[in-house]
């Protein structure tokens, strides 16, 4: 898959494509919404591999709607993309499914000047608990969200779950390597749900020579080539 990226803005890593793994692993089907699309690579990766799901996609950047716009028809994939704030836009319909790598980077990092970036990466422009509040009303019955943050913040995480009346069903630590600890966690958060939550075995990205076999796999099932413009 050819994904376009602005040179001088954010450009998705690692943390996507293990999210997407994640996804399909844990099942995705019905409507989909991508919160913050970036440049549609989540979205267009389920819309590609489950061909089934009608896709849709938001992000408050514009550059950013016209990034995954350009990006669907350059790999001939259809998804409904808009854009506007999750947080206040008022939706026509709810979702079975709402994906997200939400920006995560807290007040105490020192921003980066360039807004694109910033808009990107701090909580404070997605504050995780107005996303999972506004997830929640979104959803149909028995929805779900999944999406990743940063591994540290798991307690808070939780609070913000149960205070959302969300139940966690499913949950995996990203280790760098073997030896680190936990820099991501994936999630999966159910409505209406009395599921008790799964910790999958812990997913651990390099070893000595390079990634890991699971790693590889997950980087070659995504198949994504980056191109900046």
């Known amino acids: 898959m050819r994904l376009e990226q602005l040179a001088q803005g954010y450009r998705y890593n690692s943390d996507s494509l293990m999210l997407y793994d994640f996804i399909l692993r844990q099942g995705c089907s019905g409507e989909v919404l ?11 990766l389920i819309k ?3 061909p089934q799901c009608a896709v ?3 992000d408050i950047q514009p550059e950013n709607v016209t990034l995954t716009q350009k990006n669907a028809r350059a790999n001939s994939l259809e998804l409904e993309v808009q854009t506007g704030d999750f947080l206040t836009l008022s939706w026509r319909q709810c979702m079975d499914v709402i994906v997200s790598n939400p920006p995560f980077y807290h007040d105490g990092t020192q921003k980066s000047q360039n807004p694109h970036l910033s808009l990107s990466r701090y909580a404070t422009h997605l504050p995780l608990e107005d996303f999972l509040d506004q997830a929640k009303r979104v959803l149909k019955p028995h929805g779900k969200v999944l999406f990743c943050y940063d591994a540290k913040q798991l307690g808070a995480i939780m609070h913000h779950l149960h ?5 966690p069903t499913a949950l ?4 760098p390597k073997a030896s680190k600890i936990a820099s991501l966690v994936l999630l999966e ?3 209406s749900s009395k599921s008790l939550c799964e910790i999958l075995p812990p997913l651990v990205v390099n070893d000595m020579q390079g990634p890991t076999p699971q790693a590889a796999t997950i980087f070659s099932k995504a198949g994504t080539v980056s191109v900046s413009c």
């Open 34 to 44: 991508d919160v913050g699309c970036g440049c549609g690579i989540l979205g267009l």
């Open 48 to 50: 590609r591999d489950l």
């Open 56 to 58: 849709h996609a938001i």
């Open 163 to 167: 205070a959302s009346k969300l139940t």
């Open 172 to 175: 995996q630590c990203v280790h």
């Open 189 to 191: 958060a159910k409505r």
